[in-house]
């Protein structure tokens, strides 16, 4: 089954095609309006540096350019979005565009989101997206908080569903700066509800396995074999859960990304917002690591020694689910109850990072838009990664020696 490898595919009852029309992103708009592609070089010409003491792999293991070169990438096809990455004296910085590195699957998906938009410039008409909804309007910039430093995050002491709920200002439910709460279908989980929990090694944006209305998004139906749809504004599709592939063809990594082996730790697959590196899921019972179990943020810490892959990280998984009486497949009162393989992208129930802290500062989250100047590079910077043929504003020399390839074999 391409859904992760092994056993039933977790959406196998998703055959129910929407009839509805795709989202064509050159329609969103009335009148309509032709989407727009940056140019990735122009954008980050505009990252001017500044003067700071760069962190080093001594604050954070993910500031050494080696650990950055072995781990951001731009994705099995070179396509990915992720444009340069680096440490600055107070962030590691995610500079891109999100677009995937691979190839993407949402034409098969059964009940993609719904939108609107405008085939003939002015009537509204119901639609579905897919690949065609697909734009790059725009840079993002991901500030992840270092594990140490003036910025960096705290771990909170428990690793429960209700995590910094009181840092959402607008509490429980569906919209904007509120958390995952919805008693009638999954739950209240202490991740937000409209927005993402991390990025992954190419620039994709990861968000909760759950959609908006606290569903897993399996059950209704509306993500590809490599967790992801794109939403009913356009922009980039986003990852919904973990983008593994057996085949070492498809999604984002597979088991030829486990370095040694695939009896070995599971290898780096995003940030978290809250500060904790992504490692992807486990495929053996001896790996390091695995017999200390996961709680229900969906990490932990290796009990043969603590600072191990950074100290606390997060990892995808498989977990077992149970179809709701909400599933979106065909003759949904037999599916009802049925159990399937879920897969989670890294935070599951929870941040396990406190938001409410950036090193002894109170802080807010949701809130607090990082100051642009906070995420600049410094000026003659060594150890940074940066996607082949683009420049960061002010860098000096590398301080690793990379080999020569091409940029498409790059399997993450």
Not at 268 to 294: C, E, K, M, N, Q
Request: contains cysteine; negative net charge.
């Amino acid at each position: 089954c391409s859904w992760g490898g092994t056993g039933s595919c977790g959406a196998g009852y998703c055959t129910d095609m929407s009839t509805k029309p795709k989202c064509d992103a050159n329609q969103l708009k009335s009148p309509n309006v032709a989407a727009t592609s940056i140019d990735s070089a122009e954008e980050l010409a505009k990252y001017t540096a500044q003067t700071c003491t760069q962190a080093d792999s001594t604050v954070d293991e993910r500031c050494g350019a080696t650990w950055l070169n072995t781990w951001m990438s731009a994705g099995r096809l070179g396509t990915g979005g992720a444009v340069a990455a680096y440490c600055n004296d107070k962030y590691l910085v995610i500079i891109g565009t999100g677009a995937t590195g691979f190839t993407t699957n949402m034409a098969d998906i059964s009940q993609a989101p719904g939108g609107t938009y405008y085939p003939d410039g002015t009537t509204a008409t119901d639609c579905v997206t897919s690949e065609v909804t697909v734009s790059s309007p725009k840079m993002e910039t991901t500030a992840i908080p270092l594990k140490t430093g003036e910025y960096r995050y705290t771990l909170l002491d428990t690793a429960l569903g209700s995590n910094n709920f009181d840092t959402f200002s607008g509490g429980a439910g569906d919209g904007n700066t509120k958390y995952l709460c919805d008693t009638d279908a999954e739950g209240c989980f202490g991740l937000p509800s409209w927005t993402g929990v991390g990025v992954s090694t190419t620039g994709q944006s990861i968000y909760p396995l759950y959609s908006n209305v606290v569903r897993i998004t399996l059950d209704a139906c509306e993500v590809d074999s490599c967790n992801e749809h794109v939403g009913q504004g356009g922009g980039q599709p986003h990852l919904h859960g973990d983008p593994f592939h057996a085949s070492d063809t498809m999604c984002h990594y597979g088991p030829a990304n486990y370095t040694d082996g695939t009896d070995g730790h599971p290898p780096v697959i995003g940030f978290a917002y809250d500060g904790p590196t992504i490692y992807g899921r486990y495929l053996s019972t001896s790996a390091p690591g695995f017999s200390d179990g996961l709680d229900d943020c969906g990490g932990h810490e290796h009990s043969a020694d603590s600072t191990a892959y950074g100290g606390y990280h997060y990892h995808a998984q498989v977990i077992s689910a149970t179809t709701s009486s909400g599933n979106k497949g065909v003759n949904k009162n037999a599916n009802t109850g049925k159990t399937y393989p879920a897969f989670t992208p890294g935070p599951y129930k929870c941040f396990r990072g406190d938001l409410s802290k950036r090193g002894d500062a109170d802080y807010s989250y949701w809130s607090t838009n990082v100051p642009v100047q906070d995420t600049k590079p410094c000026n003659g910077m060594t150890h940074y990664w940066v996607k082949p043929g683009l420049s960061i504003p002010g860098a000096g020399t590398l301080a690793v020696t990379l080999a020569t390839c091409d940029a498409s074999a790059a399997p993450t």
